[in-house]
């Protein structure tokens, strides 16, 4: 395989890995297969040469693509019996670069159509090969195995608003896996000593620090400001946005004017449908611990796709658009 371009890999560790165990049959514990494939995803990084070149390169990588929260995909060659393909080599392949041509060879040209596929894998999987780039029969046919890892940015809760509700929302929220980012325009608010487990604090015009933040499906958001005008100014930045989820806090009645001057100034109903408010499932929160709990399950409840049920706001089009009043959804 060519060693021109991103696709060029690390060269190959000292000693050969353990190949992942051959996949079993259709309905035969998948799931315990593809724990040992990620399994075998944490060796392969344990095993990284320190002193190759190549590797150190693939490495800064692979930092800069989790900065940047770009997907990508991570090939490792686990087991060989081909010297121009050595167990240990690694290809790197990030989102928005192009993939170098493969050679003529067949099993070059194998991994490349695999490797474009993994792209938009949500699995790690473990491919055999024989000489000729086909899937053997048997595993004692293949004469290359290589293991695919997709790469995808962690989940992110950005939380704009670093009042009391917030502080236990960025407790349960980096204890539940996500990344936090803490947005607020008073220091004395928003700093690492009521958020040290934020992994990002900016603070500034909340509005302005949304607009710098690269959102994409990852990426949920929780706006809990003081007041209904700094929301409005949020969701401004935020209509259309990629993220799957975003929370804001407020009676009734707050959620309602927002939405009611948002329509006004020209968005359209139909862009407002990621909108979780108010905010949390209804578990009946009272303590800014109860909210904070409330909130990541709610998110956790979207991004799962459970059956929870939530406060937000339903058939709220009705009382912007003027059938009923803005009174009427007080609460």
């Known amino acids: 395989m060519r060693r021109s371009g991103h696709l060029a890999g690390g060269g190959g560790g000292a000693g050969r890995l353990t190949a992942a165990p051959a996949a079993r049959g259709p309905g035969r514990r998948p799931a315990r297969r593809g724990r040992r494939l990620r399994r075998l995803g944490r060796r392969l990084y344990r095993r990284v040469e320190s002193g190759s070149e190549l590797t150190q390169d693939l490495l800064g990588r692979l930092i800069t693509a989790r900065q940047e929260r770009r997907r990508g995909v991570l090939a490792s060659i686990v087991r060989s019996r081909l010297d121009v393909y050595p167990a240990g080599r690694k290809w790197l392949v990030l989102e928005g670069e192009s993939i170098p041509a493969p050679d003529d060879d067949p099993l070059d040209r194998a991994v490349h159509r695999d490797l474009t596929e993994a792209l938009e894998a949500a699995e790690p999987v473990c491919h055999p090969y024989t000489r000729e780039g086909e899937r053997p029969r048997r595993r004692r046919e293949a004469v290359v195995e290589v ?141 800014p611990e109860e909210i904070g709990l409330a909130v990541v399950a709610e998110i956790v409840n979207v991004k799962r796709g459970g059956p929870a049920p939530s406060l937000r706001l339903e058939h709220w089009q009705r009382f912007v658009r003027g059938s009923a009043g803005i009174d009427s959804g007080t609460g």
């Open 147 to 287: 293991f695919f890892e997709p790469l995808r940015p962690p989940d992110r809760l950005v939380i704009v608003g670093a009042g009391h509700v917030a502080v236990p929302i960025c407790q349960i929220g980096q204890a539940s896996g996500f990344e936090i980012t803490v947005i607020d325009d008073r220091s004395d608010y928003a700093n690492r000593e009521r958020f040290p487990q934020a992994e990002q604090i900016l603070v500034g015009d909340m509005a302005e620090c949304l607009a710098g933040l690269s959102v994409d499906a990852s990426t949920y958001i929780v706006l809990v400001t003081r007041a209904h005008a700094f929301d409005e100014r949020a969701l401004q930045q935020l209509v259309g946005c990629a993220a799957p989820y975003i929370g804001m806090i407020g009676s009734r009645r707050r959620v309602l004017i927002v939405y009611r001057n948002l329509v006004e100034s020209g968005i359209p109903v139909e862009r407002l449908g990621n909108i979780y408010a108010p905010i949390g499932l209804d578990i009946g929160s009272r303590t």
